[in-house]
């Protein structure tokens, strides 16, 4: 059997889109395992999702046979990929033309880095990736809590980014709680700021900013991300304020769910997030060459 491979830029169309998420269907059903998450199918069809599919079809029957997402986050060009093949279809030569083609189409675009994902409880995947000469690099935790309103702290307030007033307080915290330079702390405030669907929020206590999270905003729910708590602020509660306001946003606006993502070893940040009621829905591991 010969295919045909084809890219197509994100947003996809609504029948390219059923057609993906039918083979993703298929093959959770087939191995017991959400590969939806892995491969951002909620997010395909949004124009807000940075990023390109890798679509192999069947030259005889025009059946769409595997398919490769490659997302940018925050559109810096360092993109995270997988790669699924049908499950009735499967054969490791599929997946390698696959592969080879999306590392020319990362090529082409010029890109900084390229990390591979997986589901933690998808050994053929991991072997796969093995062969191709990737290596296991960290784990990551999907986490997730009602949207719902809640009682926030009285000597906290949480309001929304203002670039006139916070531009510099929020740089200071960023740098301060992940250790980027300013050039990166810089590229991600450009990107959050014009990005429609992503917002900045700060909070203040006695008038000084301690911390800072981004919501971005999807249909039926809300991500919380960057979230950063300067050092002096540590262990008063900040991070755990920030995301009852995450929850109590998401019910003002309608919304169901909070959502986040957070390395599996962080035992600290996951200590938090579980107390304030997330509870982990999939794990993820992130391989490198």
Avoid at 56 to 65: G, N
Avoid at 77 to 85: A, F, G, L, T
Avoid at 268 to 289: C, D, M, P
Wanted: glycine residues 4%.
């Amino acid at each position: 059997m010969t295919e045909d491979l084809v890219v197509v830029s994100t947003p996809v169309d609504q029948e390219t889109w059923q057609e993906i998420s039918e083979l993703v269907t298929a093959a959770s059903s087939k191995d017991s395992i959400s590969y939806a998450p892995i491969f951002g199918v909620e997010n395909l069809k949004d124009p807000h999702f940075y990023g390109f599919c890798l679509l192999a079809y069947s030259q005889e029957t025009d059946e769409l046979l595997g398919f490769a997402s490659a997302i940018d986050p925050i559109n810096t060009r360092d993109y995270e990929w997988s790669i699924m093949v049908h499950p009735e279809r499967r054969s490791k030569e599929l997946g390698v033309r696959i592969y080879e083609r999306l590392i020319e189409e990362f090529e082409k675009r010029d890109f900084n880095s390229q990390t591979a994902m997986n589901p933690s409880n998808s050994p053929h995947s991991a072997a796969f990736l093995k062969k191709l000469g990737y290596q296991y690099a960290y784990s990551e935790r999907t986490m997730k809590a009602l949207a719902k309103p809640v009682e926030l702290d009285a000597d906290l307030t949480v309001r929304p980014f203002d670039e006139e007033s916070d531009l510099e307080s929020l740089k200071g915290i960023i740098e301060n709680a992940f250790g980027d330079s300013s050039e990166e702390v810089d590229a991600l405030i450009e990107f959050t700021t014009h990005a429609p669907n992503r917002q900045f929020f700060l909070a203040h206590a006695d008038g000084e900013a301690i911390g800072a999270m981004t919501i971005v905003r999807e249909s039926e729910r809300i991500w919380v991300t960057a979230l950063a708590v300067h050092s002096m602020a540590r262990g008063q509660g900040v991070a755990s304020s920030l995301l009852r306001y995450a929850q109590q946003y998401a019910y003002n606006e309608g919304l169901k769910v909070v959502y986040l993502d957070v390395e599996t070893d962080n035992e600290t940040a996951l200590s938090i997030y579980e107390r304030v009621g997330f509870q982990t829905v999939n794990h993820t591991k992130y391989w490198k060459n």
